[in-house]
């Protein structure tokens, strides 16, 4: 990792994350600067310190929406439009934040901030399309929950922050030997995590579309997991992390693992308790072979 801690100085208002966080800038005042790494450092921590209580909530209550669709979650919305607002922080944010990095006419930090924003642009707009396309959500009570989105939409500003000023302000580039191993090896595994996410979510598309309710999925990657698109995120996230090597790329990568891999597990109990002795007995819920 290349976040080192450090915070003596002479000035608390003006704490440093660390040697490394110290933007090449055009003599920013002390006041902004103090203020704009305080405000990442804590950002940062926050997006760690969400992790644990995300899988604890979990564990013991479902997110109602989809297979866990349930009453009692207040309103709902259209799961296109849902869709379409909660992610779309990690695109226009993104694009907000980055110009003001000292980084931003970097090439290195643009190419690292292409992944994350080809994600995003499946999730936020060409996703809620095909959703729409499945003509499954028309019922007004098989909606989104808006707390839900909410919720969602909180993160995503959140983490959208984090990743965009990481990438373009305080990631150092100049001297790092390793960056294209990195860029090259992380972005094996974002571009297959990608393929399998992008995949799995037509499989199930189309079922939705074929209508007569729940079907198992068969094929491919749910030959093996019960969950290949969260199996594919994870992946993309963990090829993310090894791309950046910075606190930040770990700290999504540890959220999406925390957030997905309880969901995963909840599905794979869903579609046990629903087909029973017809669901394949030797599917793992999300990491093949192993859980």
Wanted: include cysteine; hydrophobic fraction near 45%.
């Amino acid at each position: 990792m290349r976040y080192v801690t450090n915070l003596k100085t002479d000035q608390p208002q003006i704490s440093q994350l660390d040697s490394n966080l110290q933007p090449e800038s055009s003599n920013p005042s002390p006041t902004v600067m103090g203020w704009d790494q305080a405000l990442f450092r804590n950002s940062l921590l926050a997006l760690y310190l969400i992790g644990p209580p995300t899988v604890v909530s979990l564990r013991f209550l479902q997110a109602p929406y989809g297979k866990h669709i349930r009453p009692g979650w207040g309103p709902t919305m259209s799961a296109p439009l849902a869709w379409f607002l909660m992610e779309s922080p990690t695109l226009w944010l993104t694009l907000l934040l980055f110009p003001s990095g000292d980084h931003s006419s970097d090439s290195k930090a643009l190419l690292l901030i292409s992944p994350f924003l080809l994600h995003y642009l499946n999730r936020t707009c060409f996703y809620p399309i095909r959703l729409l396309w499945s003509g499954t959500r028309r019922n007004a009570t098989a909606g989104f929950p808006v707390i839900v989105a909410i919720m969602a939409f909180g993160f995503n500003l959140l983490n959208a922050y984090v990743q965009t000023r990481s990438v373009s302000h305080y990631v150092k580039y100049e001297g790092d030997g390793w960056f294209w191993w990195r860029f090259f090896g992380g972005g094996v595994v974002f571009v297959m995590g990608m393929a399998v996410n992008i995949w799995s979510d037509g499989v199930l598309v189309g079922l939705k579309r074929s209508g007569g309710g729940y079907k198992v999925p068969k094929g491919g990657w749910f030959e093996l997991v019960s969950c290949p698109n969260y199996l594919g995120e994870i992946m993309e996230w963990l090829g993310w992390g090894v791309m950046c090597g910075s606190w930040a790329g770990l700290g999504f990568f540890l959220y999406t693992c925390a957030n997905l891999v309880p969901r995963a597990r909840a599905n794979h109990t869903w579609y046990l308790n629903k087909f029973g002795e017809d669901y394949p007995i030797n599917r793992k819920a999300v990491i093949p072979f192993l859980y």
